[in-house]
Protein backbone atom coordinates (compact mmCIF):
# COMPACT_ATOMS: atom_id res chain seq x y z
CA UNK A 1 0.00 0.00 0.00
CA UNK A 2 2.58 2.57 0.77
CA UNK A 3 4.39 2.01 -2.53
CA UNK A 4 0.56 2.68 -4.06
CA UNK A 5 0.30 5.77 -2.35
CA UNK A 6 4.04 7.10 -2.71
CA UNK A 7 3.84 6.80 -6.48
CA UNK A 8 0.95 8.29 -6.59
CA UNK A 9 2.21 11.29 -4.53
CA UNK A 10 5.32 11.26 -6.22
CA UNK A 11 3.33 11.95 -9.76
CA UNK A 12 1.23 15.15 -8.30
CA UNK A 13 4.70 16.37 -6.69
CA UNK A 14 6.36 16.03 -10.54
CA UNK A 15 3.37 18.28 -12.04
CA UNK A 16 4.33 20.53 -10.00
CA UNK A 17 8.41 20.41 -10.19
CA UNK A 18 9.45 18.69 -12.96
CA UNK A 19 6.73 19.64 -15.22
CA UNK A 20 7.53 23.63 -13.95
CA UNK A 21 11.22 23.01 -15.05
CA UNK A 22 9.76 21.69 -18.52
CA UNK A 23 7.77 24.47 -18.86
CA UNK A 24 10.66 27.09 -18.00
CA UNK A 25 13.36 25.33 -20.50
CA UNK A 26 10.58 25.16 -23.32
CA UNK A 27 9.71 29.18 -22.85
CA UNK A 28 6.59 30.69 -23.05
CA UNK A 29 5.65 33.28 -24.65
CA UNK A 30 1.68 34.56 -23.15
CA UNK A 31 1.82 37.57 -25.55
CA UNK A 32 1.96 34.98 -28.87
CA UNK A 33 -1.47 34.30 -30.26
CA UNK A 34 -1.76 30.38 -30.58
CA UNK A 35 -3.15 29.11 -33.95
CA UNK A 36 -7.07 28.40 -32.50
CA UNK A 37 -7.54 32.23 -33.20
CA UNK A 38 -4.72 32.70 -36.39
CA UNK A 39 -6.32 30.01 -38.33
CA UNK A 40 -9.72 29.72 -36.61
CA UNK A 41 -12.01 27.81 -38.96
CA UNK A 42 -14.99 26.68 -36.53
CA UNK A 43 -13.94 23.22 -37.44
CA UNK A 44 -10.72 22.07 -36.05
CA UNK A 45 -9.17 25.51 -35.37
CA UNK A 46 -11.15 27.99 -32.63
CA UNK A 47 -10.38 28.61 -28.85
CA UNK A 48 -11.87 27.11 -26.04
CA UNK A 49 -11.06 27.17 -22.08
CA UNK A 50 -8.02 25.21 -20.84
CA UNK A 51 -10.82 23.30 -18.45
CA UNK A 52 -12.38 22.06 -21.52
CA UNK A 53 -9.24 21.27 -23.40
CA UNK A 54 -7.77 19.59 -20.61
CA UNK A 55 -10.62 16.96 -19.88
CA UNK A 56 -10.77 17.05 -23.59
CA UNK A 57 -6.83 15.88 -23.58
CA UNK A 58 -7.16 13.29 -20.83
CA UNK A 59 -10.38 11.95 -22.18
CA UNK A 60 -8.62 11.37 -25.41
CA UNK A 61 -5.29 10.46 -24.03
CA UNK A 62 -6.32 7.76 -21.81
CA UNK A 63 -8.19 4.88 -23.51
CA UNK A 64 -8.19 1.42 -22.54
CA UNK A 65 -3.81 2.00 -22.75
CA UNK A 66 -3.92 2.98 -18.64
CA UNK A 67 -6.27 0.31 -17.75
CA UNK A 68 -5.89 -2.68 -20.18
CA UNK A 69 -1.71 -1.90 -20.02
CA UNK A 70 -1.04 -1.87 -16.56
CA UNK A 71 -3.51 -4.86 -15.67
CA UNK A 72 -0.83 -6.96 -18.01
CA UNK A 73 1.64 -5.18 -16.76
CA UNK A 74 0.65 -6.20 -13.12
CA UNK A 75 1.58 -9.23 -13.71
CA UNK A 76 5.52 -8.34 -13.46
CA UNK A 77 4.98 -7.36 -10.14
CA UNK A 78 4.97 -4.15 -8.38
CA UNK A 79 8.36 -2.91 -10.53
CA UNK A 80 5.22 -1.55 -12.88
CA UNK A 81 4.83 0.85 -10.09
CA UNK A 82 8.31 2.25 -10.82
CA UNK A 83 7.89 2.26 -14.68
CA UNK A 84 4.67 3.87 -14.17
CA UNK A 85 5.48 6.90 -12.08
CA UNK A 86 9.22 7.82 -13.82
CA UNK A 87 8.26 7.04 -16.84
CA UNK A 88 5.38 9.27 -16.54
CA UNK A 89 7.47 12.32 -14.75
CA UNK A 90 10.51 12.20 -17.14
CA UNK A 91 9.11 10.43 -20.36
CA UNK A 92 5.39 10.67 -21.00
CA UNK A 93 4.14 14.27 -19.82
CA UNK A 94 7.37 15.81 -21.08
CA UNK A 95 6.40 14.00 -24.36
CA UNK A 96 2.93 15.46 -24.39
CA UNK A 97 4.31 18.56 -23.50
CA UNK A 98 6.82 19.24 -26.20
CA UNK A 99 4.54 17.67 -28.94
CA UNK A 100 2.08 19.81 -27.87
CA UNK A 101 3.92 23.26 -27.17
CA UNK A 102 6.12 22.46 -30.87
CA UNK A 103 2.24 22.19 -32.55
CA UNK A 104 1.16 25.09 -31.32
CA UNK A 105 4.36 27.11 -32.11
CA UNK A 106 3.75 25.35 -35.81
CA UNK A 107 0.17 26.38 -36.28
CA UNK A 108 -1.16 23.42 -34.76
CA UNK A 109 0.62 20.91 -37.08
CA UNK A 110 0.62 17.15 -36.30
CA UNK A 111 3.57 14.58 -35.87
CA UNK A 112 4.00 14.15 -39.62
CA UNK A 113 4.91 17.64 -40.24
CA UNK A 114 6.50 18.74 -37.64
CA UNK A 115 8.46 15.02 -38.38
CA UNK A 116 9.55 16.89 -41.70
CA UNK A 117 10.38 20.17 -40.95
CA UNK A 118 12.81 19.02 -38.02
CA UNK A 119 14.08 15.66 -38.89
CA UNK A 120 13.87 15.97 -42.18
CA UNK A 121 11.18 15.64 -45.88
CA UNK A 122 11.98 11.88 -45.33
CA UNK A 123 10.86 11.28 -42.45
CA UNK A 124 7.58 13.06 -42.91
CA UNK A 125 6.46 10.13 -45.21
CA UNK A 126 7.78 7.60 -42.84
CA UNK A 127 5.88 9.21 -39.69
CA UNK A 128 3.02 9.61 -41.84
CA UNK A 129 2.68 6.09 -42.43
CA UNK A 130 3.21 5.32 -39.42
CA UNK A 131 0.93 7.74 -37.49
CA UNK A 132 -2.20 6.26 -39.81
CA UNK A 133 -0.78 2.86 -39.06
CA UNK A 134 -1.66 3.62 -35.12
CA UNK A 135 -4.37 5.83 -35.03
CA UNK A 136 -6.51 2.91 -37.13
CA UNK A 137 -5.02 0.46 -35.04
CA UNK A 138 -6.42 2.45 -32.15
CA UNK A 139 -9.49 3.15 -33.18
CA UNK A 140 -10.12 -0.47 -34.42
CA UNK A 141 -9.14 -1.74 -30.82
CA UNK A 142 -10.80 1.46 -29.18
CA UNK A 143 -13.95 -0.17 -31.21
CA UNK A 144 -13.61 -3.85 -30.08
CA UNK A 145 -12.72 -3.86 -26.52
CA UNK A 146 -15.90 -1.26 -25.18
CA UNK A 147 -17.95 -3.11 -27.70
CA UNK A 148 -16.92 -6.17 -25.38
CA UNK A 149 -17.34 -4.29 -22.75
CA UNK A 150 -20.62 -3.41 -23.21
CA UNK A 151 -21.58 -7.07 -24.79
CA UNK A 152 -20.60 -8.52 -21.54
CA UNK A 153 -22.64 -6.09 -19.40
CA UNK A 154 -25.73 -6.65 -21.23
CA UNK A 155 -25.65 -10.24 -20.34
CA UNK A 156 -25.36 -10.80 -24.57
CA UNK A 157 -28.63 -9.46 -24.94
CA UNK A 158 -27.99 -6.68 -27.53
CA UNK A 159 -25.83 -8.56 -30.39
CA UNK A 160 -22.41 -7.73 -31.08
CA UNK A 161 -22.90 -6.33 -34.07
CA UNK A 162 -24.93 -3.98 -33.21
CA UNK A 163 -22.95 -2.57 -30.70
CA UNK A 164 -20.22 -2.51 -32.58
CA UNK A 165 -22.37 -0.59 -35.38
CA UNK A 166 -23.67 2.05 -32.89
CA UNK A 167 -19.86 2.87 -31.92
CA UNK A 168 -18.73 3.20 -35.50
CA UNK A 169 -21.71 5.75 -35.71
CA UNK A 170 -20.77 7.67 -33.16
CA UNK A 171 -17.12 7.46 -34.35
CA UNK A 172 -18.53 8.70 -37.73
CA UNK A 173 -20.00 11.90 -35.85
CA UNK A 174 -17.40 12.77 -33.79
CA UNK A 175 -14.60 12.34 -36.84
CA UNK A 176 -17.21 14.73 -39.24
CA UNK A 177 -18.81 17.16 -37.08
CA UNK A 178 -16.96 20.33 -35.44
CA UNK A 179 -14.88 19.64 -32.36
CA UNK A 180 -17.28 21.91 -30.42
CA UNK A 181 -20.29 20.43 -31.42
CA UNK A 182 -20.28 16.58 -30.35
CA UNK A 183 -16.86 15.98 -28.26
CA UNK A 184 -16.77 19.46 -27.15
CA UNK A 185 -20.30 18.77 -25.36
CA UNK A 186 -20.37 15.14 -24.23
CA UNK A 187 -17.06 14.93 -22.91
CA UNK A 188 -17.95 16.65 -19.45
CA UNK A 189 -21.00 13.58 -18.53
CA UNK A 190 -18.20 11.22 -20.05
CA UNK A 191 -15.25 12.13 -17.84
CA UNK A 192 -17.76 12.49 -14.85
CA UNK A 193 -17.71 8.73 -15.10
CA UNK A 194 -14.24 8.75 -15.61
CA UNK A 195 -14.13 10.00 -12.30
CA UNK A 196 -16.81 7.47 -10.59
CA UNK A 197 -14.11 4.70 -12.44
CA UNK A 198 -10.91 5.43 -11.28
CA UNK A 199 -11.52 7.10 -8.21
CA UNK A 200 -14.14 5.29 -6.72
CA UNK A 201 -11.99 1.70 -7.71
CA UNK A 202 -8.88 3.54 -6.31
CA UNK A 203 -10.54 4.82 -3.01
CA UNK A 204 -11.93 1.21 -2.52
CA UNK A 205 -8.10 -0.67 -2.83
CA UNK A 206 -7.42 2.24 0.22
CA UNK A 207 -10.64 2.21 2.45
CA UNK A 208 -10.96 -2.14 2.31
CA UNK A 209 -7.12 -2.13 2.86
CA UNK A 210 -6.31 -4.16 -0.38
CA UNK A 211 -2.51 -6.22 0.06
CA UNK A 212 -1.28 -4.04 -2.78
CA UNK A 213 2.31 -5.54 -2.58
CA UNK A 214 5.42 -3.33 -1.67
CA UNK A 215 8.45 -2.99 -4.20
CA UNK A 216 11.59 -4.12 -2.50
CA UNK A 217 14.59 -5.59 -4.04
CA UNK A 218 13.76 -8.95 -3.82
CA UNK A 219 10.73 -8.31 -6.18
CA UNK A 220 12.38 -6.14 -8.90
CA UNK A 221 13.16 -9.45 -11.20
CA UNK A 222 9.93 -11.57 -11.73
CA UNK A 223 10.30 -15.01 -13.26
CA UNK A 224 7.82 -15.06 -15.83
CA UNK A 225 9.29 -12.92 -18.25
CA UNK A 226 12.09 -10.34 -18.82
CA UNK A 227 11.24 -6.87 -17.72
CA UNK A 228 13.35 -5.18 -20.39
CA UNK A 229 11.76 -4.71 -22.85
CA UNK A 230 8.61 -6.24 -22.45
CA UNK A 231 7.17 -4.07 -19.09
CA UNK A 232 8.06 -0.77 -21.40
CA UNK A 233 5.77 -1.93 -24.41
CA UNK A 234 3.05 -3.50 -22.04
CA UNK A 235 2.41 -0.39 -20.17
CA UNK A 236 2.72 2.44 -22.79
CA UNK A 237 -0.41 4.50 -21.90
CA UNK A 238 -0.44 5.80 -17.96
CA UNK A 239 3.88 6.21 -18.92
CA UNK A 240 4.50 6.58 -22.18
CA UNK A 241 2.67 6.31 -25.46
CA UNK A 242 3.46 7.67 -29.17
CA UNK A 243 -0.16 7.72 -29.23
CA UNK A 244 -0.46 11.27 -27.45
CA UNK A 245 1.54 12.51 -30.23
CA UNK A 246 -1.40 11.78 -32.58
CA UNK A 247 -3.94 13.63 -30.35
CA UNK A 248 -1.98 16.72 -28.70
CA UNK A 249 -2.33 19.08 -31.99
CA UNK A 250 -6.25 18.18 -31.59
CA UNK A 251 -5.96 20.49 -28.38
CA UNK A 252 -2.95 22.68 -29.97
CA UNK A 253 -5.56 24.05 -31.78
CA UNK A 254 -8.16 25.11 -29.74
CA UNK A 255 -5.40 26.65 -26.96
CA UNK A 256 -5.79 29.74 -25.98
CA UNK A 257 -2.61 30.76 -24.16
CA UNK A 258 0.99 29.18 -24.20
CA UNK A 259 0.38 29.22 -20.40
CA UNK A 260 -2.13 26.71 -20.65
CA UNK A 261 0.33 24.44 -22.22
CA UNK A 262 1.76 22.40 -18.73
CA UNK A 263 -1.42 21.72 -17.41
CA UNK A 264 -2.83 20.48 -20.71
CA UNK A 265 -0.42 18.64 -21.79
CA UNK A 266 2.07 17.91 -18.99
CA UNK A 267 -0.86 17.47 -16.54
CA UNK A 268 -3.18 15.48 -17.63
CA UNK A 269 -0.53 12.90 -18.72
CA UNK A 270 0.32 12.88 -14.87
CA UNK A 271 -3.71 12.09 -14.58
CA UNK A 272 -3.27 8.98 -16.68
CA UNK A 273 -0.26 8.12 -14.80
CA UNK A 274 -2.53 7.86 -11.54
CA UNK A 275 -5.24 6.12 -13.30
CA UNK A 276 -2.17 3.64 -14.38
CA UNK A 277 -1.59 3.47 -10.84
CA UNK A 278 -4.90 2.70 -9.44
CA UNK A 279 -5.77 -0.50 -12.28
CA UNK A 280 -2.31 -1.68 -11.98
CA UNK A 281 -2.41 -1.78 -7.65
CA UNK A 282 -6.42 -3.57 -8.21
CA UNK A 283 -4.94 -6.28 -10.71
CA UNK A 284 -1.82 -6.79 -8.52
CA UNK A 285 -4.07 -7.55 -5.35
CA UNK A 286 -7.78 -8.60 -5.98
CA UNK A 287 -7.04 -11.81 -7.27
CA UNK A 288 -4.50 -13.98 -5.54
CA UNK A 289 -1.54 -12.60 -7.04
CA UNK A 290 0.14 -13.29 -10.43
CA UNK A 291 -1.44 -16.89 -10.80
CA UNK A 292 -5.23 -15.69 -10.03
CA UNK A 293 -3.99 -12.65 -12.08
CA UNK A 294 -3.66 -15.07 -15.18
CA UNK A 295 -6.26 -17.34 -14.55
CA UNK A 296 -8.74 -14.38 -15.13
CA UNK A 297 -7.06 -12.50 -18.22
CA UNK A 298 -7.00 -16.00 -19.62
CA UNK A 299 -10.47 -16.65 -18.88
CA UNK A 300 -12.02 -13.07 -20.08
CA UNK A 301 -8.85 -10.67 -21.01
CA UNK A 302 -8.54 -7.27 -19.43
CA UNK A 303 -11.88 -6.88 -19.80
CA UNK A 304 -13.02 -9.62 -17.37
CA UNK A 305 -10.30 -7.94 -14.92
CA UNK A 306 -12.15 -4.48 -15.25
CA UNK A 307 -16.14 -5.98 -14.36
CA UNK A 308 -14.34 -8.03 -11.32
CA UNK A 309 -12.55 -5.60 -10.07
CA UNK A 310 -14.93 -2.87 -10.21
CA UNK A 311 -17.72 -5.00 -8.87
CA UNK A 312 -15.25 -5.89 -5.91
CA UNK A 313 -14.41 -2.52 -4.78
CA UNK A 314 -17.77 -0.48 -5.51
CA UNK A 315 -20.74 -3.57 -5.43
CA UNK A 316 -22.98 -4.00 -8.44
CA UNK A 317 -24.40 -0.53 -8.78
CA UNK A 318 -21.00 1.09 -8.04
CA UNK A 319 -18.98 -1.69 -10.30
CA UNK A 320 -21.74 -1.39 -13.38
CA UNK A 321 -21.19 2.51 -13.21
CA UNK A 322 -17.05 1.99 -12.90
CA UNK A 323 -17.32 -0.27 -16.11
CA UNK A 324 -19.25 2.27 -17.95
CA UNK A 325 -16.15 5.08 -17.21
CA UNK A 326 -14.23 2.39 -18.57
CA UNK A 327 -16.19 1.81 -21.41
CA UNK A 328 -16.09 5.64 -21.97
CA UNK A 329 -12.30 5.40 -22.14
CA UNK A 330 -11.67 3.64 -25.33
CA UNK A 331 -14.63 5.76 -27.21
CA UNK A 332 -13.07 8.85 -25.91
CA UNK A 333 -9.68 8.13 -28.03
CA UNK A 334 -11.05 6.18 -30.83
CA UNK A 335 -13.93 9.29 -31.67
CA UNK A 336 -10.32 11.65 -31.65
CA UNK A 337 -8.30 8.32 -33.26
CA UNK A 338 -10.33 8.73 -36.44
CA UNK A 339 -10.73 12.55 -36.43
CA UNK A 340 -6.71 13.16 -35.86
CA UNK A 341 -6.32 10.43 -38.76
CA UNK A 342 -8.46 12.75 -41.08
CA UNK A 343 -7.12 15.60 -40.08
CA UNK A 344 -3.51 14.28 -40.76
CA UNK A 345 -4.01 13.16 -44.04
CA UNK A 346 -6.11 16.23 -45.19
CA UNK A 347 -2.30 18.45 -43.78
CA UNK A 348 -0.37 15.53 -46.06
CA UNK A 349 -2.32 16.28 -49.10
CA UNK A 350 -3.23 19.92 -48.14
CA UNK A 351 -6.74 19.39 -48.49
CA UNK A 352 -9.11 21.57 -46.76
CA UNK A 353 -11.27 20.24 -44.12
CA UNK A 354 -14.06 23.79 -44.30
CA UNK A 355 -16.41 21.55 -46.12
CA UNK A 356 -17.85 18.64 -44.84
CA UNK A 357 -18.14 16.26 -48.16
CA UNK A 358 -14.05 16.96 -48.26
CA UNK A 359 -14.12 15.58 -44.46
CA UNK A 360 -16.21 12.27 -45.70
CA UNK A 361 -13.86 11.40 -48.67
CA UNK A 362 -10.94 11.34 -45.79
CA UNK A 363 -12.97 9.55 -43.46
CA UNK A 364 -14.62 6.45 -44.97
CA UNK A 365 -12.02 4.88 -46.19
CA UNK A 366 -10.52 5.12 -42.92
CA UNK A 367 -13.61 3.29 -41.08
CA UNK A 368 -13.96 0.77 -44.02
CA UNK A 369 -9.95 -0.25 -43.46
CA UNK A 370 -10.88 -0.01 -39.46
CA UNK A 371 -14.22 -2.80 -40.04
CA UNK A 372 -12.23 -5.00 -41.82
CA UNK A 373 -9.39 -5.00 -38.71
CA UNK A 374 -12.20 -5.83 -36.39
CA UNK A 375 -11.67 -9.28 -37.87
CA UNK A 376 -8.62 -9.64 -37.10
CA UNK A 377 -7.60 -11.33 -33.24
CA UNK A 378 -7.47 -8.60 -30.24
CA UNK A 379 -4.30 -9.98 -28.87
CA UNK A 380 -2.50 -9.75 -32.57
CA UNK A 381 -3.65 -6.36 -32.55
CA UNK A 382 -2.20 -5.22 -29.59
CA UNK A 383 1.35 -6.48 -29.82
CA UNK A 384 1.21 -4.55 -33.11
CA UNK A 385 -0.48 -1.32 -31.74
CA UNK A 386 2.54 -1.68 -28.54
CA UNK A 387 5.35 -1.68 -30.60
CA UNK A 388 4.01 1.05 -33.50
CA UNK A 389 2.56 2.88 -30.56
CA UNK A 390 5.88 3.24 -28.25
CA UNK A 391 8.07 3.24 -31.96
CA UNK A 392 5.88 6.93 -32.57
CA UNK A 393 6.76 7.87 -29.20
CA UNK A 394 10.69 7.47 -30.16
CA UNK A 395 9.86 10.07 -32.81
CA UNK A 396 8.48 12.35 -31.08
CA UNK A 397 11.29 12.31 -28.73
CA UNK A 398 13.94 12.63 -30.96
CA UNK A 399 11.68 15.62 -32.51
CA UNK A 400 11.62 17.26 -29.07
CA UNK A 401 15.55 17.00 -28.20
CA UNK A 402 16.20 17.88 -31.81
CA UNK A 403 13.99 21.21 -31.39
CA UNK A 404 15.62 21.91 -28.11
CA UNK A 405 19.00 21.26 -29.58
CA UNK A 406 18.46 23.98 -32.08
CA UNK A 407 17.33 26.43 -29.87
CA UNK A 408 19.94 26.05 -27.93
CA UNK A 409 17.86 24.57 -25.00
CA UNK A 410 18.17 21.71 -22.17
CA UNK A 411 18.15 18.83 -24.91
CA UNK A 412 18.75 16.18 -22.66
CA UNK A 413 15.02 16.30 -20.68
CA UNK A 414 13.76 14.47 -24.38
CA UNK A 415 17.28 12.76 -25.71
CA UNK A 416 17.78 10.73 -22.64
CA UNK A 417 13.99 9.23 -22.78
CA UNK A 418 14.23 9.08 -26.30
CA UNK A 419 17.67 6.77 -26.60
CA UNK A 420 16.21 4.45 -23.65
CA UNK A 421 12.94 3.82 -25.68
CA UNK A 422 14.71 3.32 -29.10
CA UNK A 423 16.77 0.69 -26.99
CA UNK A 424 13.63 -0.70 -25.80
CA UNK A 425 11.64 -0.65 -29.39
CA UNK A 426 14.44 -1.62 -31.26
CA UNK A 427 15.06 -4.68 -29.03
CA UNK A 428 11.69 -5.62 -28.79
CA UNK A 429 10.81 -5.67 -32.39
CA UNK A 430 14.14 -7.70 -33.23
CA UNK A 431 13.15 -10.70 -30.64
CA UNK A 432 9.61 -10.42 -30.97
CA UNK A 433 7.48 -13.12 -32.79
CA UNK A 434 6.01 -10.71 -34.73
CA UNK A 435 9.41 -9.20 -35.73
CA UNK A 436 12.59 -10.94 -36.05
CA UNK A 437 12.29 -13.43 -33.67
CA UNK A 438 15.90 -13.69 -32.70
CA UNK A 439 17.27 -14.75 -29.14
CA UNK A 440 17.14 -12.07 -26.84
CA UNK A 441 20.87 -12.15 -26.31
CA UNK A 442 21.19 -11.15 -30.25
CA UNK A 443 18.15 -8.55 -29.54
CA UNK A 444 19.85 -6.17 -26.64
CA UNK A 445 23.23 -6.34 -28.80
CA UNK A 446 21.29 -5.48 -32.03
CA UNK A 447 19.03 -2.92 -30.17
CA UNK A 448 22.25 -1.21 -28.38
CA UNK A 449 23.93 -0.32 -32.05
CA UNK A 450 20.54 1.07 -33.56
CA UNK A 451 20.34 3.25 -30.42
CA UNK A 452 24.20 4.29 -30.45
CA UNK A 453 23.66 4.90 -34.58
CA UNK A 454 20.31 6.30 -33.86
CA UNK A 455 22.23 9.03 -31.42
CA UNK A 456 25.07 9.86 -33.57
CA UNK A 457 22.58 10.50 -36.34
CA UNK A 458 20.99 12.68 -34.39
CA UNK A 459 24.28 14.57 -32.97
CA UNK A 460 25.29 15.24 -36.65
CA UNK A 461 21.74 16.53 -38.15
CA UNK A 462 21.01 18.43 -34.99
CA UNK A 463 24.10 20.16 -35.91
CA UNK A 464 23.36 20.98 -39.30
CA UNK A 465 19.90 21.82 -38.78
CA UNK A 466 21.53 24.45 -36.32
CA UNK A 467 23.95 25.66 -38.72
CA UNK A 468 20.65 25.87 -41.33
CA UNK A 469 18.99 28.21 -39.29
CA UNK A 470 15.84 25.86 -39.51
CA UNK A 471 13.06 28.46 -38.38
CA UNK A 472 11.53 26.56 -35.07
CA UNK A 473 8.15 28.65 -34.80
CA UNK A 474 7.05 29.81 -38.79
CA UNK A 475 4.57 28.80 -40.16
CA UNK A 476 5.60 25.25 -41.89
CA UNK A 477 3.52 25.43 -45.16
CA UNK A 478 5.51 28.62 -45.60
CA UNK A 479 9.07 27.29 -44.38
CA UNK A 480 8.69 24.37 -46.93
CA UNK A 481 8.21 26.74 -49.82
CA UNK A 482 10.58 28.31 -49.26
CA UNK A 483 13.02 25.52 -48.91
Given amino acids: ?????????????????????????FGVNEARTTPAYTHKD??????????????????????????????????????????????????????????????????????????????????????????????????TVFVTSPAGLLYTLMDGKISMALILGAIFLYYILATLLPIDKIIGRLYPYFGALLLISAVGVGAGLVIKGAPIPEISLTNLHPDNAPIFPLLFLTISCGALSGFHATQTPIISRTTQNEKQGRKIFYGMMIAEGIIAMIWAAAAMSLFNGSTGLNELLAEGGPGAVVSEASTLMLGAIGGTLAVLGVIILPITSGDTSFRSARMIIADYFNFSQMKLVNRLWIALPLFILSFALTKIDFTLLWRYFSWANQSTAVIALWLGAMYLFIAKKNYWIAMIPGAFMTMATTTYIINAPIGFGLPLPVSYIGGAIITV???????????????????????????????
Fill in 1 to 25: MYTFLAGILLLIVGYFTYGKFVEKI
Fill in 42 to 139: DVDYLPMNSKKNSLIQLLNIAGVGPIFGPIMGALYGPVAFLWIVLGCIFAGAVHDYLTGMISIRNRGAHLPELAGKFLGKVMKHVVNAFAILLLLLVG
Fill in 453 to 483: ATTVVFFIAAKKARANNIPLDDDISGWERAS
